[in-house]
């Protein structure tokens, strides 16, 4: 079926000046490569942009920034996710007035012992709803939060603005596939998540896009294009290329690997993480590059002319 919602939509990673400040400008050249690279969406404020290292007055100076910057050139996806549901409902609010085109969410939680019902959960992402932005669901393990099936179904079918699924539990391709299959015309962008380490899967259940880390779009973009377009074959040979890389990126380094390789490519100064984050090792940034250059990503060049 044709999906309102499809493509790679990554994740946008923050950058920081060496002294933990953010880097503006840094911020402006990470989206201009994502676009070059050829997303179809970004998202902002996510987990991979370090959303829990970011101050309530950075977020908004960011969104701002990014909104503003992109300009209309592709979608933009803000991070909302709150525990309080009024705190959700004002980001939502915010991102409307800048112009973005989505907000993203998990369910509430915080830390690891408050998670909200699925009652609670359903009444959040109504509220959310009633600003009148589209909202994608971020079915993620970091809330430890069970989404089910159904409560999904339930909320696409009677939240008009929850549109998007963002699919990243454990076994997500049955679980995509399930919420197709239940859903209907009101699940109007399945989206693959974390770091497309089960993309072809994902693409097999049905799901339209995946949102990915910024590190190599360009070259995960051919694989749901085959795959959408009808190429299996085509799709799992684009994927062989680049599963290793990914894998790298999955087990080994989450969303420091994109600021390696921007760093690397010139994108950013700096791929400082705050504290209390640790610098990736330099044995595994080593192999992440080792497995990078010949794939000849975009992201390593971009900033070298």
Not at 284 to 305: C, E, F, T, Y
């Amino acid at each position: 079926m044709a999906y309102t919602y499809s493509g790679i939509w990554p994740v946008a990673p923050t950058p920081f000046h060496e002294d933990g400040s953010l880097d503006l400008e840094g911020m402006k050249r990470v989206l201009d490569c994502l676009i070059d690279q050829g997303a179809d969406g970004i998202c902002i404020l996510a987990n991979f942009s370090e959303q829990f290292l970011i101050s309530d007055e950075e977020r908004q100076t960011l969104a701002r920034l990014c909104v503003e910057h992109v300009a209309g050139r592709v979608p933009i996806i803000v991070t909302i996710s709150h525990y309080a549901t009024q705190i959700a409902v004002e980001r939502a609010r915010y991102a409307k007035s800048l112009g973005a085109d989505i907000v993203m969410m998990m369910p509430p939680y915080h830390g690891a012992l408050l998670k909200g019902t699925p009652e609670q959960s359903f009444e959040q992402f109504q509220a959310v709803g009633d600003v009148g932005i589209p909202i994608m669901v971020q079915d993620a393990p970091l809330s430890g939060v069970d989404l089910s099936v159904p409560l999904l179904v339930k909320m696409a079918k009677q939240i008009e603005m929850v549109k998007l699924f963002k699919i990243e539990c454990p076994r997500a391709a049955n679980k995509i596939r399930t919420l197709i299959e239940q859903g209907g015309d009101a699940i109007e962008g399945p989206f693959d998540g974390e770091e497309a380490i089960t993309l072809l899967a994902d693409l097999d259940a049905g799901a339209s896009g995946s949102m990915t880390s910024g590190m190599i779009v360009d070259q995960i973009k051919p694989v749901l294009e085959h795959h959408l377009a009808g190429d299996a074959d085509a799709a799992t040979n684009a994927y062989g290329r680049i599963a290793m890389a990914i894998n790298h990126e999955n087990r080994q380094c989450g969303w420091q690997s994109c600021k390696a390789a921007m760093m690397e490519g010139g994108v950013i100064a700096s791929d400082y993480c705050r504290h209390p984050i640790p610098p990736l090792h330099p044995a595994i940034k080593a192999r992440l590059m080792s497995l990078l250059k010949p794939l000849d990503p975009l992201v390593l060049r971009w900033g070298q002319g």
